[in-house]
Nanobody, 129 residues
Framework: QVQLVESGGGLVQAGGSLRLSCAASGRTFSGYTMGWFRQAPGKEREFVTAIRWSSTTTYYADSVKGRFTISRDNAKNTVYLRMNSLKPEDTAVYYC??????????????????????WGQGTQVTVSS
């Protein structure tokens, strides 16, 4: 019964920045790993970044390392995605995802969409050239 709602998407010029938010409701946020995925038209949904509950462990796709930053405010049940130096290839619908607290198996499982239990409806990010 977890509901995730993304916000903050929009149109931005290349080189600009956006900050996405994902607000969770419905049950406790405690222990959840949160992730961001994106899907461009005609492409499969791909992993962008993820963050563990403690915020001490984060993961990034190579394509966004150094440009995107994931963070969370557990008291507000909210996760953020700060996107800097945006490129046209970043254009996609960005989805927030949550994984309930349980062990991770495998070093790259956080990148797999089927590891996550809840998904938001997405927010459109369009980067113009």
């Amino acid at each position: 019964q977890v509901q995730l709602v993304e916000s903050g998407g929009g149109l931005v010029q290349a080189g600009g920045s956006l900050r996405l938010s994902c607000a969770a409701s419905g049950r406790t946020f405690s222990g959840y790993t949160m992730g961001w995925f994106r899907q461009a038209p005609g492409k499969e949904r791909e992993f962008v970044t993820a963050i563990r509950w403690s915020s001490t462990t984060t993961y990034y796709a190579d394509s966004v390392k150094g440009r995107f930053t994931i963070s969370r405010d557990n008291a507000k049940n909210t996760v953020y995605l700060r996107m800097n130096s945006l490129k046209p290839e970043d254009t996609a619908v960005y989805y927030c995802a949550a994984r309930n607290a349980r062990p991770w198996y495998g070093s790259s499982s956080y990148r797999e969409i089927n590891e996550y239990d809840y998904w938001g409806q997405g927010t459109q990010v369009t980067v113009s050239s």
